[in-house]
């Protein structure tokens, strides 16, 4: 089968092949799934690039999410059959190929209405956006802040806040460029982060933001300066790399009123998975239901997945990007 594999960390697709390997075959609790797209995650950028903790050994197939159909079974596996239509989360990656291992308790079957375009951005994107808004305890009329708001999960975001029955939803983006791709996610107001975002924000909210969703791993200072009393604050990535910052001192916390919360998925796989196809039958419910809608950027083969690597490298990516693992 081919695989997209990466042989050793580079700032670029150097290092990145489309490879002929083994096909993967499903251990007692796994299921082997035919691959027929994949989505594309900055994550994969962060493993190519060598961050510590994305790549278990290389070489090293990236690839975070899948949907298409049981290929084959488990020993111990029960309700699900070969052929059915499925989304699952690869969080140790493996996704990126023509047919991919998956926990079976981290797949759920793909409602036939959801085109696998549409299924394969909702573990990573529709259920993420779900469970960050559920880590930040979420609750009716409460203010959103997001950084990278115009950006894969981002763009997703903003209408599940809007959907879970959020306030006002803020957005910044890091590039003024962006800004026009952020608002047509549907953020009601998005900012290039530059020396204003600050005064921009205590605009729209005099008393603070209530939830607030950091991927960016550098912001911290902004989040805590922008909290409302009684505030949440999520970090969950290092998206620019390198040391995070210190925890800010104690006092600010206590002062404040302002909760700092951590967010790992790939964590929240190994203690409860249930949480995670929750938000994934969650996800495709919204879906189902019209009140999310997922738009997609198609990728049209796997040779192709470099180059929307390295514009996501560059922060030049733009909403969620989707491949057709068997295009050629
Ligand atoms: N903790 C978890 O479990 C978890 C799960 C999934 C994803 N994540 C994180 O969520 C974030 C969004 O993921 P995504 O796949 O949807 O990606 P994305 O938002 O489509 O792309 C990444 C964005 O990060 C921002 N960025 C900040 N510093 C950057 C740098 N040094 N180089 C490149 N980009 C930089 C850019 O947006 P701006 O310039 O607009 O800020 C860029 O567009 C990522 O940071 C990822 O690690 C975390």
């Known amino acids: 089968m081919q695989a997209?594999?990466?042989?050793?960390?580079?700032?670029d697709?150097?290092?990145t092949a489309l490879v002929d390997l083994d096909e993967p075959k499903p251990g007692p609790r796994e299921i082997a799934i035919d691959v027929a797209r994949a989505g594309i995650n900055f994550i994969d950028v962060?493993?190519?690039?060598?961050?510590?903790?994305?790549?278990?050994?290389?070489?090293?197939?990236?690839g975070l999410e899948v949907a298409g159909t049981v290929r084959s079974l488990g020993s111990e596996v029960s309700g699900l059959e070969v052929g059915q239509r499925v989304a699952a989360f690869t969080l140790g990656g493996g996704g990126l190929a023509e047919v991919a291992v998956a926990s079976a308790d981290l797949t759920v079957a793909a409602p036939s209405a959801v085109s696998f375009d549409v299924a394969a951005a909702v573990p990573l994107g529709v259920a993420t956006a779900v469970l960050l808004l559920e880590r930040a305890g979420l609750k009716h009329g409460e203010s959103v802040l997001m950084h990278s708001a115009s950006g894969g999960i981002g763009a997703l975001?903003?209408?599940v806040a809007s959907a879970m029955g959020s306030g006002e939803?803020?957005?910044t983006v890091g590039r003024a460029d962006k800004v026009a791709a952020g608002l047509a996610a549907g953020w009601d107001s998005v900012f290039p982060r530059d020396e204003q975002t600050e005064a921009?924000?205590?605009e729209i909210a005099p008393h603070g933001v209530d939830?607030?969703?950091?991927?960016t791993g550098s912001l911290l200072e902004l989040d805590l300066s922008v909290a409302a009393p009684g505030g949440r604050v999520v970090l969950f990535g290092n998206a620019t790399g390198g040391a995070l910052p210190p925890m800010p001192p104690t006092g600010r916390l206590i002062g404040g009123n302002v909760g700092l919360l951590g967010f790992s998925i790939s964590r929240l796989a190994s203690t409860s998975p249930a949480t995670l196809t929750n938000a994934l039958k969650k996800g495709f419910q919204l879906i189902e239901a019209g009140t999310v809608r997922v738009e997609t950027?198609?990728?049209?083969?796997?040779a192709s997945v470099a180059e929307i690597h390295d514009l996501l490298a560059a922060g030049r990516g733009s909403g969620k990007y989707v491949v057709d693992v068997k295009g050629r």
């Open 4 to 11: 997209l594999t990466m042989t050793a960390p580079a700032p």
């Open 13 to 15: 697709g150097s290092t």
């Open 46 to 62: 962060m493993a190519r690039r060598g961050d510590a903790g994305y790549v278990s050994s290389w070489p090293f197939v990236p």
């Open 157 to 159: 975001v903003s209408q």
């Open 169 to 171: 939803r803020i957005g």
């Open 200 to 202: 921009r924000i205590r």
């Open 211 to 215: 939830v607030i969703l950091d991927p």
């Open 297 to 302: 950027s198609a990728v049209d083969s796997l």
